[in-house]
């Protein structure tokens, strides 16, 4: 059970900041809107202070657990590169990333959300089973 703790402290944290950004602020806590604001100047007090959140995240970690988030890439440079392109066309294309339509797009039964996130599952079954078939 002790390994699920991060994930749900994890979880937990997203789900009460999302919480707390709409309830205090009236906006949805979708990363690629808030990053997408702060880039073009706009609401720089709650952008800024949402992504130095997120940011200080591994440091609360380190504090309450003694050690860095463990973090594996191995994917090569050229692959996350394009895969994170890939993740900003297609959050511009949905109107809305993950953390948008899945975190707080369903809580509001929003159907645009509903549908962008059965689209994400899909793709994500379709890609890990292609990769399954293959790779050896």
């Known amino acids: 059970m002790s390994a699920y ?3 749900l402290m994890g979880g937990t944290l997203i789900g009460l900041s999302a919480g707390m950004l ?3 602020n009236g906006r949805v806590a979708g990363i690629s809107g808030i990053l997408g ?3 073009q100047g706009r609401q720089m007090p709650t952008n800024a202070a949402f992504v130095i959140g997120l940011m200080l995240g591994p440091l609360f970690y380190r504090l309450w657990s003694g050690a860095w988030p463990s973090v594996t890439i191995t994917a090569s440079l050229p692959v996350i590169t394009i895969a994170g392109l890939l993740v900003g066309f297609g959050s ?7 953390s948008g339509h899945g975190v707080v797009g369903l809580a509001r039964l929003s159907p645009r959300s509903l549908a962008a996130v059965a689209s994400f599952l899909a793709a994500g079954v ?3 089973t292609l990769m399954r ?4």
């Not at 511009?92 to 993950?98: A, D, F, N, V």
């Open 92 to 98: 511009r294309m949905g109107s809305g990333c993950t």
């Open 37 to 39: 604001r702060l880039a």
């Open 22 to 24: 709409l309830l205090l």
């Open 133 to 136: 078939l293959v790779s050896p």
């Open 5 to 7: 703790w991060p994930s």
């Open 126 to 128: 379709a890609t890990v």
